[in-house]
């Protein structure tokens, strides 16, 4: 298992010059593991994508949608912990 960010999840998700290393890096390691901040950084990039008219709203909108279906089961949390009081 690895823990992805944002930037590794866009590259599998958007086609790029740095998708065929997101690729490879699933094929090694096909369990992925994200924080749930990842969504609301994906959905900015796709934003920004649409305003600068480099993705359609409805491929934006499957490509949020495929991107959130194949995470569903692969986000966390990070526990509270008495460090950050």
Same mark, same amino acid.
């Given at each position: 298992?690895? !823990?992805?960010?944002?930037? %590794?999840?866009?590259?599998? =998700?958007?086609? @790029?010059?740095?998708?065929?290393?997101?690729?490879?890096? %699933? $094929?090694?390691?096909?369990?992925?593991?994200?924080? !749930?901040?990842? $969504?609301?950084? =994906?959905?900015?990039?796709? /934003?920004?994508?649409?305003? $600068?008219?480099?993705?359609?709203?409805?491929? /934006?909108?499957?490509? !949020?949608?495929?991107?959130?279906?194949? %995470?569903? @089961?692969?986000?966390?949390?990070?526990?509270?912990? @008495?460090? =950050?009081?």
């Amino acid at each position: 298992m690895i !823990v992805v960010d944002t930037n %590794l999840i866009t590259y599998l =998700f958007i086609e @790029s010059a740095r998708t065929a290393e997101a690729e490879t890096v %699933l $094929r090694r390691d096909p369990i992925w593991a994200t924080p !749930v901040l990842w $969504r609301s950084e =994906f959905r900015n990039t796709i /934003a920004t994508l649409v305003r $600068r008219n480099a993705l359609t709203l409805n491929a /934006a909108l499957g490509i !949020v949608a495929e991107a959130e279906g194949w %995470l569903h @089961s692969r986000e966390y949390t990070w526990p509270k912990t @008495s460090a =950050f009081r």
